[in-house]
């Protein structure tokens, strides 16, 4: 079975700060590992992910995010954070010999002026 | 391109109804899958439809289920609805060969 743990339900961090969310995971395969951001009553939007190749794979809006075999992690990363980055962020792994995908149970991001 | 489209956007129904969800995929997208959120539990799968063939299925009962016609597009049904379905109801399509998932807005569904 495959799993997501993001450790933090809530992240606070000033405008022009690094942020980091932080993710690990656990799958029986290669992994697929995804970042999605959820703002108030909307879908989620796809931000970046990891298949295979570099560790540091870099998104949409300034996001990058490192994966970490040896720790099983995937922490999303920001060097200077927007109050427009508040939000909701998921992180999700895909087996690579499965088909669906599970999130994590998702962590409020708020940035303050 | 048109994103992911789902109908309606809200539904109020009253316990032992059924309901029908809609999701519209992005255009070429063959894989739509869909997700009940609620504050409680997250984001659950509860099903993923290829070709118009399940491929993947969540743990759900059976009162959920869904199908995908042969244009991509995709219907969930909840038969005999209970308070604790009430949940936002998102639906994803991806492209083949490709991994990441764009969602729709949801349908959020309110039993009483």
């Known amino acids: 079975a495959q799993s997501v743990a993001q450790p933090e339900d809530q992240v606070n961090v000033a405008e022009g700060n690094p942020l980091t969310v932080k993710c690990t995971y656990s799958v029986s395969g290669n992994p697929y590992l995804f970042w999605y951001v959820q703002y108030p009553n909307r879908g989620l939007q796809f931000l970046l992910k990891y298949i295979t190749g570099d560790n540091l794979v870099k998104g949409s809006y300034g996001f990058e995010a490192e994966f970490n075999k040896s720790q099983t992690s995937f922490h999303l990363k920001k060097p200077s954070a927007l109050v427009s980055d508040s939000a909701l962020y998921f992180c999700?792994?895909?087996?690579?010999?499965?088909?669906?995908?599970?999130f994590g149970d998702g962590t409020t991001l708020t940035v303050k002026p | 391109k048109a994103g992911v489209t789902q109908t309606p956007r809200y539904l109020i129904k009253t316990r032992g109804q059924q309901v029908t969800l809609s999701c519209s995929p992005i255009?070429?997208?063959?894989?739509v899958s869909w997700y009940q959120q609620t504050p409680g539990q997250g984001l659950q799968f509860l099903f993923e439809y290829f070709s118009e063939t399940q491929r993947n299925k969540g743990n759900f009962p059976g009162r959920f289920s869904g199908r995908q016609f042969s244009n991509s597009r995709s219907e969930m049904n909840v038969s005999t609805l209970e308070l604790g379905d009430s949940a936002l109801y998102l639906c994803a399509s991806s492209a083949v060969g490709t991994h990441e998932q764009y969602f729709g807005p949801g349908t959020r569904l309110t039993v009483t």
């Open positions: 255009s070429g997208h063959r894989s």
């Open positions: 999700a792994v895909r087996d690579s010999n499965a088909g669906k995908s599970t």
